[in-house]
């Protein structure tokens, strides 16, 4: 059952995609900005409760409490502080400093508490579902923690488009992204959904590497990776659809895992972008780049 395996394998890495993908996709939505700092605030968030568990010796849903209040607070200091004197002040910053500097300093500021904090080891929270992998009379194996991670990629990429699309305030929130200033002109307080959407995903990118770092591992430098990869799915998902980022995430994680079982584990990386490149080229507008091709 090597296809079966690979399959799993890939729909697990590719959850890990997709999850960072929505948090993107959902935020870029109603603000316009990339948050290129959404990995950075799983890997506090694993390394915050490996670290009050093990050195402090906090009980586990202390820990997870905690690191995930401070997520929060920090997430609304930060639009208090720098996102509102950005886009709410008298003189509004527009274009690509505010799309991608902000958040991409962010990251960097993230980053350095980290290692100021957890040092440069590898750390991981603990199992939040202990037990040896599941194993299947067909002979297929899946670890407990990549069924947490598939289902908190579900979950949240479906709870975020039913929202988009079936509820009052997730039309308002669509209204922020796509007109601004008409969305304040009808009476939106495009700040508070801002200010919302932001704590929660960040929120979400905590609890998710809580949850995931148990198969991979983090250190203060893993966010960015994890940012880089929910961007390119994001992309794919036209960086406004969380549902279509989500499906992308999980289909650039199948494929890769797909390479490097058949093909090479060595170059798996390689022809995996190389074919993502290939189906932007020749199908921009079907793979989610709208804006590539205007209209």
Same mark, same amino acid.
């Given at each position: 059952?090597?296809?079966?395996?690979?399959?799993?394998?890939?729909?697990?890495?590719?959850?890990?995609?997709?999850?960072?993908?929505?948090?993107?996709?959902?935020?870029?939505?109603?603000?316009?900005?990339?948050?290129?700092?959404?990995?950075?605030?799983?890997?506090?968030?694993?390394?915050?409760?490996?670290?009050? $568990? *093990?050195?402090?010796?906090?009980?586990?849903?202390?820990?997870?409490? %905690?690191?995930?209040?401070?997520?929060? %607070?920090?997430?609304?200091?930060?639009?208090?502080?720098?996102?509102?004197?950005?886009?709410?002040?008298?003189?509004?910053? +527009?274009?690509?400093?505010?799309?991608? $500097?902000?958040?991409?300093?962010?990251?960097?500021?993230?980053?350095?508490?980290?290692?100021?904090?957890?040092?440069?080891?590898?750390?991981? %929270?603990? &199992?939040?579902?202990?037990?040896?992998?599941?194993?299947?009379?067909?002979?297929?194996? #899946? +670890? *407990?923690?990549?069924?947490?991670?598939?289902?908190? %990629?579900? #979950?949240?990429?479906?709870?975020? /488009?039913?929202? #988009?699309?079936?509820?009052?305030?997730?039309?308002?929130? +669509?209204?922020?992204?796509?007109?601004?200033?008409?969305?304040?002109?009808?009476?939106?307080?495009? *700040? *508070?959904?801002?200010?919302?959407?932001?704590?929660?995903?960040?929120?979400?990118?905590?609890?998710?590497?809580? &949850?995931?770092?148990?198969?991979?591992?983090?250190?203060?430098?893993? @966010?960015?990776?994890?940012?880089?990869?929910?961007?390119?799915?994001? /992309?794919?998902?036209?960086?406004?659809?969380?549902?279509?980022?989500?499906?992308?995430?999980?289909?650039? @994680?199948?494929?890769?895992?797909?390479? @490097?079982?058949?093909?090479?584990?060595?170059?798996?990386?390689?022809?995996?972008?190389?074919?993502? &490149?290939?189906?932007?080229?020749?199908?921009?507008?079907?793979?989610?780049?709208?804006?590539?091709?205007?209209?």
């Amino acid at each position: 059952m090597k296809f079966g395996n690979l399959l799993i394998a890939g729909l697990v890495t590719g959850s890990i995609y997709a999850v960072f993908a929505v948090c993107v996709a959902i935020w870029y939505r109603v603000s316009n900005i990339l948050n290129l700092a959404v990995g950075d605030f799983a890997m506090f968030g694993a390394l915050s409760v490996d670290y009050l $568990f *093990r050195v402090e010796n906090w009980p586990l849903p202390a820990a997870i409490a %905690a690191t995930l209040a401070v997520v929060a %607070a920090f997430g609304y200091a930060y639009d208090q502080v720098v996102l509102r004197l950005a886009q709410d002040g008298k003189r509004r910053q +527009e274009g690509i400093v505010i799309t991608f $500097f902000f958040t991409f300093a962010l990251a960097f500021f993230i980053d350095g508490v980290a290692k100021i904090l957890f040092g440069t080891d590898v750390h991981a %929270a603990p &199992a939040l579902w202990n037990g040896n992998s599941l194993t299947f009379a067909t002979g297929l194996h #899946i +670890e *407990r923690a990549g069924i947490l991670v598939l289902g908190c %990629a579900l #979950i949240s990429g479906l709870m975020f /488009a039913l929202y #988009i699309h079936y509820t009052l305030s997730g039309k308002a929130m +669509e209204a922020c992204g796509e007109n601004h200033l008409g969305a304040r002109i009808v009476g939106i307080d495009t *700040r *508070r959904y801002r200010r919302l959407i932001f704590v929660v995903t960040a929120i979400l990118a905590a609890i998710f590497g809580i &949850a995931e770092s148990p198969i991979t591992g983090y250190t203060f430098l893993s @966010g960015a990776t994890i940012s880089v990869t929910g961007f390119i799915a994001a /992309a794919y998902g036209g960086f406004q659809k969380p549902g279509r980022a989500l499906v992308a995430g999980l289909a650039i @994680g199948i494929l890769e895992a797909l390479l @490097g079982g058949y093909v090479s584990t060595t170059y798996a990386d390689t022809l995996m972008y190389a074919i993502l &490149a290939a189906l932007v080229l020749a199908r921009p507008r079907a793979m989610g780049f709208e804006s590539a091709v205007g209209g």
